[in-house]
């Protein structure tokens, strides 16, 4: 399913980007240029953002790579 239209960027490569380590809204701006154009996609992808840091934590005892250090974005759409 499209989460940002503008980018036709879709929920699947959101949660694709934040297990690589993509775990701030500003990271899959970066990534993924989502909420760059008109922005109604921002709530979406915070929704997504949250719901899938958390599955993360749960799964692995996730430690967001913001707390580990200032690396630059791991998602595979980065060029
Ligand atoms: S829908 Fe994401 S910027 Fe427009």
């Known amino acids: 399913m499209y989460v940002c239209i ?13 297990y ?3 775990d701030r809204m500003r990271d899959l701006k970066a ?3 989502v909420t760059e154009q ?3 996609c ?3 992808v915070k ?3 949250d719901q899938t840091l958390e599955q993360k934590s ?5 430690v967001p790579q913001s707390f580990v250090s200032q690396s630059t974005c791991m998602c595979p759409n980065t060029a």
């Open 38 to 40: 008109c922005g109604l």
């Open 58 to 62: 749960q799964i692995q005892g996730f």
């Open 47 to 49: 929704q997504v953002l």
């Open 20 to 22: 690589q380590g993509a």
């Open 31 to 33: 990534c993924l240029g």
């Open 6 to 18: 503008c980018k036709g960027v879709t929920e699947r490569a959101l949660r694709e980007a934040i």
């Open 42 to 44: 921002a709530c979406h």
